[in-house]
């Protein structure tokens, strides 16, 4: 067993881990507003099998023991994973709606309004749409970054059908089985940014399975022997992650470069941050980055249209002519909306949500 001391700390790592992911996340996809695109983070998308990895340690963490004993129900189980992700899903997705439609008719761009309809239903039931009213491929149009959720509530309704259930052999084997689809998907796609888009799908199923089953192992091994790793450790892993995303294209194929960084070096950074203490590091700024973490990956897309558009409004000029300006006020202003979020929507819609739960629970019993 660890001491609360460094349990609090490994959690605070993680938190450390998820906010800096979704920090990359994010520069990636603004790499255009520092006058640097296609050169910034390029390696960017790598942060969601890291989000992917870390989901499945903290699902085994918290609710392994208690599903497999049945003593967590699906009902339960579902609602608490849905008060987690949810509440800003929607939001994100009914803001993106608004916020896509009137972009295309600023630009005269094409809509199929026919689509409108049915695609937004399907999306905000969190699964994907072939219905793209845009012209585009993406599965969730109005928020582009939601195609990984909808894999994260796949990776969860299996957690509680299946993995949890499994013993750490057959884990295993599921998990090599899905790392054996990765590598296919990545031969077929050229690399692992795949699973966001209509043409790409089926790549995501091995993509999330691989890392979530990886997470699920780490998980299990750490409870069987705990183990400790120094913050400098923690933080030269970080270093060197973020020095492969930023010059992956310069150290070889895809492939190979794609396949190691997810299914080795990451686990490693995980594995590092459930040992690591953060002292002397403040920890209050690691649970700050992990209380934003997730709004930031979700508020981002929306952000830069409206960006973009009041730039051109307001200046008559595209928001890449203002670069790094641009960029450098951009990231600090999304995650400052991020905690907003937050702590106005996020943290309030899970508590009240969880709450009602209860009451329905205890108004069942009572009759």
Known sequence: MTSPVARSAYFESLDLIRGLAALVVLVYHVDFM????????????????????????????????????????????LMLRLARLYPLFLATTVFGFFVMTARFHANEGWIDAARLGPTGAVNLAMLPSFFEPYGKETLFPFNGATWSIFFEMIASLSFFIAFARLGTGPLL?????????????????????IGWATSNIWGGFPRVFFSFGLGMLLHRAYRRRPWTCPAIGLGALLVAWLAIVQWKPALGPALWVDLLTIGLFMPLLVAAGIGASLRPFPAWVARWLGDMSYGVYLNQGALIIVAAGLCKALLGRGIETLTPLAGFLFVPAVMLVSLVTFHGLERPAREAWRAGWRRGFRRKADA
């Open 173 to 193: 084997l599921v998990t090599l089985a899905a790392g054996s689809g990765l590598l296919a998907a990545i031969l077929f796609y050229g690399s692992a940014d």
């Open 34 to 77: 520092f006058g640097l695109r296609g050169h910034l983070l390029p390696g960017g998308y790598l942060a969601v099998d890291l989000f992917f990895l870390l989901s499945g340690f903290v699902l085994s963490l918290t609710y392994g023991e208690r599903v497999a004993s049945g003593a967590v129900g699906f009902g339960r189980f």
